[in-house]
């Protein structure tokens, strides 16, 4: 770093910098900094090295925080509470909860009292890993220690138990930060609402939404988001639409993921074609179709058998670039086999190298699905054998959709062959039709090993 005239920046300008660089990712260039930093005299401080070790824990580079932790101790310089504080995020983000509680004790013993910041930090790691009689144990040792949770802790908690399918817990912990004044939040409601929408219970959640309005906390749009999603799943599309015109209505912006979410309903009740006008809206509005709206949409069109229609879209997907992303083929490919247009699927298969793309497992077992049903067995075949000269690897369902193509089509000996191959390879059965595998169990070319997988394929004691 240059000086300007006589004037040298000082410990306070380096930190600046410093911090800056590693909370952009440019870690390579705050520690440029630091050395000159060093060079010029000027002695780094905590506040330096807890933004270094911020920096590498977000790159995930542990061994580096453990150097510079060890640095630090060289110089004679103190970790502070941020410092920890950082720490434990990072253990707690990579799953490693119980060196989370070390720290923690650490901090204790050197004398520096954890904040909520910490605790929250913890009560969100054991989240995380859906531990809810340890988060429960984080609010207790906080208080205990005389540090208030605040509205972060308990809603963080509530969110653990929804997710668990605990929404009564969680309830009573709305009840409980309330007695203890403490002001629930719109993340806090919107939790709730989560919860009892993965239950099915949307009125519920709507009472809580109404809940949230009568005490003063305006809900956000992804308030909405939930209860369209509820709704929407719960095949109640026309009280979806209501809370889509609600938004709206109270003065908010949709935005993708509530077209995406009110699209996804409406093709979950068979009414892509009104999906679309919500998509042609969503292009009026500025947004613009990303990878999710357009698979929810090319799914919802191809399951209702709308094939020129969604041949359409994808003309258009292409046009916008995002013709570059194999799970959009693959609704593609599986939607023509399944509308009987297999040679369209099959072409559409075969131009994906020339796109730069590969095909999948996926892809594969499509095809050969849809030429199994055309009675195309020779296709399939020769399909099949091209997956792992092609780097892919067949998988239980590969197998199974290839094991009942030979057996509809009387290919019974091939049949009994890709069993024996099945079965070496530990492969299951378990998803071709049952009446093909029963019948197969009368076939004297079934020797006694295999009659045994099949009988245990069918229940059959």
Do not use: W
């Given at each position: 770093m240059e000086?300007?005239?006589?004037?040298q920046p000082g410990v306070v300008v380096y930190n600046t910098i410093i911090d800056s660089l590693c909370k952009d990712k440019k870690v390579n260039e705050a520690f440029k900094i630091f050395s000159d930093m060093i060079e010029k005299g000027n002695t780094p401080n905590v506040v330096t090295y807890t933004s270094l070790i911020q920096g590498v824990c977000n790159l995930g580079q542990w061994k580096e925080v453990k150097r510079l932790l060890s640095e630090m101790a060289g110089r004679n310089i103190s970790p502070d509470a941020q410092?920890?504080?950082?720490?434990?995020?990072?253990?707690?983000?990579?799953?490693?909860?119980?060196?989370?509680?070390?720290?923690?004790?650490?901090?204790?013993?050197?004398?520096?009292?954890?904040d909520v910041v910490t605790y929250n930090t913890l009560m969100n790691g054991c989240c995380m890993l859906k531990k809810v009689d340890e988060a429960r144990r984080v609010l207790e040792l906080m208080t205990q220690r005389g540090v208030e949770p605040d509205v972060v802790t308990y809603s963080s908690l509530m969110n653990v138990y929804c997710l668990l399918g605990k929404v009564d817990e969680a309830r009573r912990v709305l009840e409980l930060m309330i007695q203890r004044?403490?002001?629930?939040?719109?993340?806090?409601?919107?939790?709730?609402?989560?919860?009892?929408?993965?239950?099915?219970?949307?009125?519920?959640?709507?009472?809580v939404l109404d809940l949230m309005?009568?005490?003063?906390?305006?809900?956000?749009?992804?308030?909405?988001?939930?209860?369209?999603?509820?709704?929407?799943?719960?095949k109640r599309i026309e009280e979806a639409l209501s809370c889509f015109?609600?938004?709206?209505?109270?003065?908010?912006?949709?935005?993708?993921?509530?077209?995406?979410?009110?699209?996804?309903?409406?093709?979950?009740?068979?009414?892509?074609?009104?999906?679309?006008?919500?998509?042609?809206?969503?292009?009026a509005h500025g947004l613009t179709l990303g990878l999710v709206t357009c698979s929810t949409l090319l799914h919802g069109l191809c399951k209702s058998q709308h094939i020129d229609e969604a041949l359409g879209l994808f003309k258009m997907i292409e046009c916008c670039g995002l013709h570059s992303n194999i799970m959009?083929?693959?609704?593609?490919?599986?939607?023509?086999?399944?509308?009987?247009?297999v040679d369209?699927?099959?072409?559409?298969?075969?131009?994906?190298?020339?796109?730069?793309?590969?095909?999948d497992i996926y892809s594969y077992t499509t095809v050969i699905h849809g030429c199994?049903?055309?009675?195309?067995?020779?296709?399939?075949?020769?399909?099949?054998?091209?997956?792992?000269?092609n780097g892919c690897v067949p998988n239980n369902c590969t197998y199974n959709v290839m094991l009942q193509g030979f057996l509809e089509n009387n290919e019974t000996a091939k049949g009994i062959e890709l069993l024996q191959v099945m079965v070496d390879g530990g492969f299951l059965a378990i998803n071709c039709k049952k009446n093909l595998l029963a019948n197969l169990l009368s076939d004297d070319r079934l020797d006694h090993s295999l009659k045994e997988v099949l009988q245990n394929c069918l229940g059959i004691t």
């Open positions: 000086q300007v005239g006589s004037c410092t920890f504080n950082v720490l434990v995020d990072t253990l707690c983000k990579q799953g490693m909860r119980k060196e989370a509680d070390e720290v923690l004790e650490l901090m204790i013993q050197r004398g520096i009292e954890p004044g403490v002001e629930p939040n719109v993340v806090t409601f919107s939790a709730l609402m989560n919860g009892y929408c993965m239950q099915g219970k949307v009125d519920e959640a709507r009472r309005a009568s005490q003063g906390c305006q809900p956000n749009v992804f308030s909405y988001i939930i209860l369209i999603n509820g709704y929407g799943k719960s015109r609600d938004i709206y209505q109270k003065g908010l912006i949709p935005n993708n993921v509530t077209y995406t979410t009110l699209m996804g309903g409406l093709c979950h009740v068979g009414r892509p074609l009104d999906a679309l006008v919500f998509a042609d809206e969503m292009k959009l083929y693959n609704i593609l490919i599986d939607g023509l086999c399944k509308a009987g247009k369209s699927a099959n072409e559409l298969y075969l131009s994906l190298p020339a796109k730069g793309l590969q095909p199994c049903k055309e009675g195309r067995l020779k296709e399939a075949t020769e399909l099949f054998k091209k997956i792992e000269e």
